[in-house]
């Protein structure tokens, strides 16, 4: 069973940085790809923030230049990076992981393994 554990969340001024981690254990190898998404306040659906598969990193449009999306196979964490964070950027951050053969998108329906969130709070 995959695992995912996410921390870092907090509470920042707009301008302000955080790096969320999760860690990551259970039965998965190259094949997975790796993903952090959003839940923004009242909303239902899950927004795709970054990807990293195959190598390889995608970041969504809202968050390119501002957000990295990384990884340490030494320690088997995911890792995104938040810089010149915005009063939109505030919501629920989830790790989440899939087989590759799922596709790999933005869409939250093609991942099968989700953390349980770590909250983030940008002040204007």
């Known amino acids: 069973q995959v695992q995912l554990v996410e921390s870092g969340g907090g509470s920042v001024q707009a301008g302000g940085s955080l790096r969320l981690s999760c860690a990551i254990s259970?039965?998965?190898?190259?094949?997975?790809?790796l993903g952090w998404f959003r839940q923004a306040p009242g909303k239902e659906e899950r927004e795709g923030v970054a990807?990293?598969?195959?190598?390889?990193?995608m970041h969504a449009e809202s968050v390119k230049g501002r957000f990295i999306i990384s990884k340490d196979n030494v320690e088997n964490t995911l890792y995104l990076q938040m810089n010149s964070l915005e009063p939109a950027d505030t919501g629920m951050y989830y790790c989440?992981?899939?087989?590759?053969?799922?596709?790999?998108?933005?869409?939250?329906?093609?991942?099968?393994?989700w953390g349980q969130g770590t909250q983030v709070t940008v002040s204007s």
């Open positions: 989440a992981a899939a087989a590759r053969w799922r596709g790999c998108g933005f869409w939250s329906s093609q991942w099968d393994y």
């Open positions: 990807v990293a598969a195959d190598g390889g990193t």
């Open positions: 259970g039965p998965m190898d190259r094949t997975f790809c």
